[in-house]
């Protein structure tokens, strides 16, 4: 992986300076070194506390581009903690080069919000989030049981930049196209596009809807929540599960941190799962890479769905077993696992092939992945 080095105030991650004068109003610098191609509309974490000191207690601050004075957007991460985690800035980089950007004391630029999450009780407890290119949702308690029960993974697909969860809920009309996308994706009682869950005895073993959210942060670069699952039975083992998940501005994918915990069991094989279609589709199974890419058939006039998986740790199997295409990953119960999941909607322009969305996947597993 080509990963982007940071250097603040010329020294790689570590030892601060600022180069400009006391009137400047420059408090600090960050070289953002960029060693593969451009990337544009990246956003990159960098720890805050390696410029808290600089900020001279300053939380109100200005982020432009030393070459250029373009403002770059930002977001203060804090990921449920009282003290900030990391400053968020979307740039793009250029190839092979350095992005020099610096602090300025003053009030930012507003910008508008790319990306959010919610909770859903109108809805049957649903909860929903998005950004700019896409839009998901995972099911809640309320649902359970009912005639419209489903599980894993909703895509909401989308083509204009505009968050639309509000609207959408709000006039209820969200399964037809009126030229912002829609919800066309069948998930029923599978995995859907990319969920997690225990694999015994070659089975799948489903909790409960979740049963606790708790959004982090929101927006506007990046959004963080929890969603945490009531204990079940899987194959005989006492399982819980939490899920921490962030999507990124600019992103068909989510960053997806899975903390299954038990007692009874040393090590514990779940499955990343994306429900498969009757129609033939295209697939990517790359397991050493550890990719599982598909191409879904067309959907009428709705249009065809790409859904990807990217997983960080050794898979042990990579296959379609029925309604699934399946990832295998033997997991230590009470150490999280990193997964990445999303997709793209052939409609929205960006990705319109599966040569394309298997082209995304292989990228990102090689440069895009964030900690």
Not at 116 to 139: I, L, Q
Request: charged share 25%; with cysteine; aromatic share 10%.
């Amino acid at each position: 992986m080509k990963r982007i080095h940071i250097i603040f105030g010329g020294v790689l991650a570590a030892g601060l300076w600022t180069c400009s004068g006391p009137d400047t109003g420059v408090l600090t610098t960050v070289s953002l070194q960029n060693p593969g191609e451009k990337r544009t509309g990246k956003v990159m974490e960098i720890p805050y506390g390696e410029i808290a000191s600089k900020l001279e207690g300053v939380r109100e601050f200005r982020v432009v581009e030393a070459v250029s004075g373009k403002e770059v957007p930002y977001q203060v991460e804090y990921r449920g903690q009282e003290e900030p985690l990391n400053l968020l800035v979307q740039v793009d980089l250029p190839e092979k080069e350095a992005l020099e950007l610096e602090l300025r004391k003053g009030t930012p630029a507003p910008f508008a919000s790319k990306t959010f999450a919610r909770y859903v009780p109108e809805r049957m407890d649903d909860f929903t989030w998005e950004n700019d290119k896409v839009a998901f949702r995972m099911y809640g308690k309320a649902l359970e049981g009912t005639s419209g029960d489903a599980h894993g993974i909703d895509v909401w697909v989308k083509r204009t930049p505009e968050l639309v969860i509000d609207k959408w809920y709000k006039t209820g009309d969200y399964h037809a196209d009126h030229g912002e996308g829609l919800d066309y994706y069948s998930v029923g009682m599978t995995l859907g596009a990319g969920d997690i869950v225990p694999y015994l005895n070659d089975s799948l073993w489903f909790p409960k809807h979740y049963r606790k959210h708790q959004v982090l942060d929101n927006g506007p670069l990046r959004s963080t929540f929890r969603l945490d699952y009531e204990q079940w039975n899987a194959a005989g083992i006492p399982v819980t599960v939490s899920k921490l998940i962030s999507l990124d501005a600019g992103s068909q994918l989510n960053r997806v941190e899975v903390l299954f915990e038990t007692a009874e069991a040393s090590e514990l094989p779940v499955a990343i799962g994306i429900v498969q279609r009757q129609e033939p589709g295209v697939h990517l199974m790359d397991k050493e890479a550890g990719i599982m890419g598909y191409w879904e058939p067309q959907h009428g006039e709705d249009g065809i769905t790409g859904v990807g998986v990217v997983i960080d740790a050794p898979v042990k199997d990579i296959s379609i077993q029925g309604e699934h295409l399946l990832g295998i990953v033997n997991i230590k119960p009470g150490a999280p696992l990193v997964y990445y999941t999303g997709a793209a909607w052939n409609k929205a322009g960006d990705i319109s092939s599966a040569e394309d969305w298997f082209a995304y996947l292989e990228d990102y597993q090689e440069n895009s992945k964030y900690e």
